[in-house]
């Protein structure tokens, strides 16, 4: 592939951070009564850098090549597992669905000891749960 990966990011960097000021802030930001500064103004300004940064990288790209698409296919396979596990949060709770999800995500990177996969499936999982809802009392999903 000759496109340099700078550009291929940047551009989909640009797009994001557009989508993020035109569509999603405007929508999924509430407005508050009161206060010094509006609830959207630091995304707004966020989501500008990213899509200013992003039209940096399509207009001046380093001559580094795109990698092999297997690596933004693994990626995307990631992203997906974990998209899964959040919404899969929603039905049935951290508690639940935490481990699953370190456990797989430990699998697919390539993780095969198996007292790294308890670790990370039993006692993360456990450690958050006990910093989130027992010290800091805040509810998880």
């Not at 990011?9 to 500064?37: H, K």
């Not at 390539?110 to 006990?130: K, N, S, V």
Request: glycine letters at 8%.
């Amino acid at each position: 592939m000759t496109m340099p990966s700078d550009r291929l990011s940047g551009a989909v960097l640009f797009i994001f951070g557009l989508a993020m000021y035109f569509a999603i802030i405007p929508t999924f930001v509430e407005q508050a009564e009161g206060g010094n500064i509006a609830p959207n103004t630091l995304p707004n300004i966020l989501s500008w850098m990213i899509a200013i940064g992003g039209a940096f990288l399509v207009l001046k790209p380093t001559p580094h090549q795109t990698q092999d698409l297997r690596y933004f296919a693994r990626a995307l396979m990631h992203g997906a597992i974990l998209c899964a596990g959040i919404y899969a949060m929603t039905w049935f709770g951290f508690l639940y669905v935490a481990p699953v999800l370190a456990l797989v995500i430990m699998v697919v990177i390539g993780e095969r000891r198996m007292h790294w996969l308890a670790l990370g499936a039993i006692g993360m999982p456990a450690l958050i749960w006990i910093f989130i809802t027992q010290i800091l009392d805040r509810a998880l999903p």
